[in-house]
């Protein structure tokens, strides 16, 4: 089983020596401290990519890289790209298109693009024709290959387009983690569902779950280091487990966590709702350490969009789940994913949707309008939706949701609250932010030498948005 699911050690010790090799190439010209060279990594999508940026920011490391803050400082720039929607894809060959005059400028910048763009051939097919500064693409699974990659297109060996047959799990690749006390940490790649709208089953394969001895061992290791916050990682972490057959749930998996020593606290995410167990949404309610907090995306509130969308459940069925984790947690935050404008989606599906959002009454919804993404079954599905009528609705479920997130957000005016301090905040540099059990962020004033600790508050008013509040 081990070595049908994970990249042999040799292999891996293989590129990692690449990366030394690098690295020593540099040192012997003095080409290090803060004459070392830069990297700049550029990273779209979802949490997946970011914790995959943390395992190229660890291999560029070990290049012998240093850290830039801006792409035209960098010799080399890494590119982490995301297929989900239309949207995300523009936007990445938009900002690759504008490492071309970096390159002309400086022509040993090193440019290579992965993730789950390039692993569709036409998108790799595209970089290799259209991009010629593009040294490489890597797919998703094929990080681990980086650093000899790089050193293919120093030594002036060609250029790669590399899209694996399979995909497997490669461990012992080094991380740079982001700053403050939180941290990912994934558990699973990949995913079985192939819901009818999504590329990821075709981007990343099938699920593969790594051991649970080495998620503790990485969870241990993350405590130790001073994380005070860890959100497991993978497309349906409800499924962690079953392609091991060692009887590890996802359930019996933060339990474990938990059982760790530590102040820390414990987030998931993503849940499908067709595999969300009543052994987990326990663990959630009795473990201290699990942040009350439960992302399950519905996507559609219509069973007839939900059956065509293939997601194996109900909008019934979906209601039972909820009802059960607000019965076990009157007070649990719940956020979803939805979809705006599915291939025959008709008024009375969307007001179905429109239903849910006052059902559940989320405290905030990731919302999208459907975008068609070659070789997936509804791309190919008769009456795709005019983009004025998907449009409308987009804006009617936003504006219904500005509603419901002001109330919920209302609930913790005058309470009592832990926070995990992440940073300054984005908006307002005078001001820190801090996330606990609610959705959304809360704002405070502080010392930033609170970043990376838990903070007491006490709630002091909120918009739709975020929650402003003052240290106790
Ligand atoms: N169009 C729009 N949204 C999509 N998502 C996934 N695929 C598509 C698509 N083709 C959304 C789903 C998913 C979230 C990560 O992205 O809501 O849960
Ligand atoms: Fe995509 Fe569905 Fe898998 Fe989520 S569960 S990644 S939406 S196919």
Redesign the pocket.
């Known amino acids: 089983m081990e070595n049908i699911k994970f990249i042999p050690r040799d292999e891996i010790e293989t590129h990692l020596e690449a990366a030394r090799r690098i690295a020593e190439g540099f040192e012997s010209r003095g080409m290090v401290g803060d004459s070392a060279p830069g990297y700049y990594i550029q990273t779209f999508g979802c949490q997946q990519n970011e914790a995959d940026s943390e395992r190229l920011a660890g291999l560029a490391k070990l290049m012998g890289y240093r850290a830039v803050s801006s792409p035209d400082e960098a010799s080399l720039i890494l590119v982490n790209t995301c297929a989900i929607r239309e949207h995300a894809e523009k936007k990445a060959l938009s900002i690759i298109g504008e490492y071309k005059h970096i390159r002309e400028k400086n022509p040993e910048l090193i440019v290579g693009v992965g993730g789950c763009m390039v692993t569709q051939r036409h998108r790799a097919d595209k970089f290799k024709m259209s991009y010629p500064y593009v040294g490489f693409t890597f797919d998703t699974g094929a990080i681990h290959l980086v650093p000899s990659l790089v050193l293919k297109v120093m030594q002036k060996k060609g250029r790669s387009f590399v899209i694996s047959d399979e995909y497997k799990i490669a461990e012992g690749l080094p991380t740079v983690r982001r700053e403050g006390g939180a941290a990912w940490l994934s558990i699973m790649y990949g995913?079985n569902?192939?819901?009818s709208?999504?590329i990821?089953?075709y981007v990343r394969g099938r699920e593969r779950s790594r051991l649970p001895e080495d998620i503790l061992a990485e969870a241990r290791e993350l405590i130790a280091g001073g994380a005070k916050e860890i959100t497991l990682l993978g497309?349906?972490v409800n499924s962690y487990g079953r392609d091991l057959d060692c009887g590890e749930t996802i359930a019996s998996l933060i339990k474990k966590i938990c059982a760790l020593e530590g102040d820390f606290r414990i987030r998931f995410m993503?849940s499908?709702p067709k595999d969300a167990s009543e052994e987990l949404l326990e663990v959630v309610a009795t473990e201290p350490k699990v942040v009350k907090h439960f992302h399950l995306?519905v996507?559609s509130g219509s069973s007839e969009v939900l059956r065509r969308m293939n997601?194996r459940y109900t909008a019934e069925h979906y209601k039972a789940i909820i009802d059960s984790l607000k019965e076990k947690m009157p007070d649990i935050s719940l956020t979803t994913d939805i979809i705006v404008g599915f291939p025959g989606e008709t008024e009375e599906d969307f007001e179905a949707t429109l239903e849910m959002l006052r059902y559940v009454k989320y405290d905030m919804i990731f919302s999208f309008i459907y975008s068609p993404r070659i070789g997936t079954p509804a791309a190919a599905m008769e009456d795709q939706i005019p983009a004025e009528v998907s449009g409308a609705r987009f804006k009617r479920l936003l504006s219904l949701q500005d509603e419901i997130c002001e109330e919920r957000n209302r609930r913790f005016v005058g309470r009592r609250v832990k926070v995990l301090v992440e940073g300054v905040s984005k908006s307002d540099g005078g001001m820190l932010t801090g996330r606990g059990d609610m959705a959304r962020p809360v704002h405070f004033k502080g010392d930033e030498s609170l970043i990376g600790s838990f903070a007491e508050l006490e709630i002091t008013s909120c918009g739709s948005y975020s929650l402003e509040g003052k240290l106790i």
Do not use: K, S, W
């Open positions: 995913c569902n192939f819901c709208y999504c990821v089953p497309q349906n993503t499908h995306p996507q997601r």
